[in-house]
């Protein structure tokens, strides 16, 4: 069962960035979508944003533009950029398969402040 472990979150204020890391604890290579999720409170779990072991990439309406999206297979590794941050968008960021098939990480927090 491959574990993930994400990180990079913090407080930033509107219109700042974040660069968020997953690490895998084993090959992300043959998985074929890998996405980030975010919940907020009082919210169901959402896709934001997804990547195809080729590369090719999706975004949900509400951040497209402003986040991007990369895995290193090597690494075993997938980053979430995000830019021109919003109140809108604090939340815990997971990643996983999509769809979802490891147990949740723990997640990573990301405050926005107006």
């Known amino acids: 069962q491959v574990q993930l472990v994400e990180s990079g979150g913090g407080l930033v204020q509107a219109g700042g960035s974040l660069r968020l890391s997953c690490a895998a604890s084993g090959s992300i290579f043959g998985i074929n979508v890998m996405g980030w999720y975010r919940q907020a409170p009082g919210k169901q779990r959402e896709l934001v944003a997804s990547?195809?072991?080729?590369?090719?990439?999706g975004y949900a309406d509400s951040v497209k533009g402003r986040f991007t999206i990369s895995r290193d297979n090597a690494k075993n590794t997938v980053y979430l950029q995000m830019n021109s941050l919003k109140p809108e968008d604090t939340a815990v960021y997971y990643c996983n398969t999509k769809p979802a098939f490891f147990s949740w990480g723990q997640g990573t927090q990301v405050t926005v402040s107006s």
């Open positions: 990547i195809t072991r080729g590369g090719s990439t």
